[in-house]
């Protein structure tokens, strides 16, 4: 096979290994938070920046509280989709997959949690203003969120054609 017809798999698979690198970031940080603080204390991290140990059983804003099983199943279907978008290229341009691998390593992070305990861990609390506590996966699907959403919004002209690719979907 011609090598400029050899299909580029490296990049992809560089960024399945960052969603997996975010997967274990935020299970071992959650496990840290889960065997260190006690539900519902709060110490100071960072400049206003508390950790806590919450326990939420639904979605953001604990909306759908009632519901960790219909989460755990959307969870899972967003985790797939963007798993096969990944890895079949479907945004070739680094800052599209920088987007997907973000979003699918915190989709998968707040998976296991609903799977393996029944509710998310949740730990950083904002002390400047009232709002929801957060993990490590949340900040992946909010940051690879607003990623892609500046992607698709601005940059998606830049993004080559199957047929600039040479044919690859």
Partial sequence: MDKQKQP??????CYLGLAIGWVVVDQLVKLLVRHNILY???????P????????NTGAAFSMLSSHTWFLALLSAVVGAVLAVALARD?????????????????AVGNLI?????GFVT????????N?????VADIGV???GILLSIHLIFLWKDEPSAKERGGRK
Avoid at 48 to 55: C, I, K, N
Avoid at 113 to 117: H, I, N, S, Y
Avoid at 122 to 129: E, V, Y
């Fill in 8 to 13: 580029k798999f490296r990049a992809p698979r």
């Fill in 40 to 46: 519902r204390d709060l110490h100071p991290f960072l």
């Fill in 48 to 55: 206003g920046l508390d950790l806590t140990y919450v326990r």
């Fill in 90 to 106: 479907v945004l070739p341009h680094w800052r599209g997959r920088l987007a997907l691998a973000l979003m699918l390593g915190g």
């Fill in 113 to 117: 949690d609903r799977a393996l305990l």
């Fill in 122 to 129: 949740d730990m950083f609390a904002t002390n400047f203003i």
């Fill in 131 to 135: 709002f929801a506590v957060f993990n």
């Fill in 142 to 144: 909010v940051v690879g």
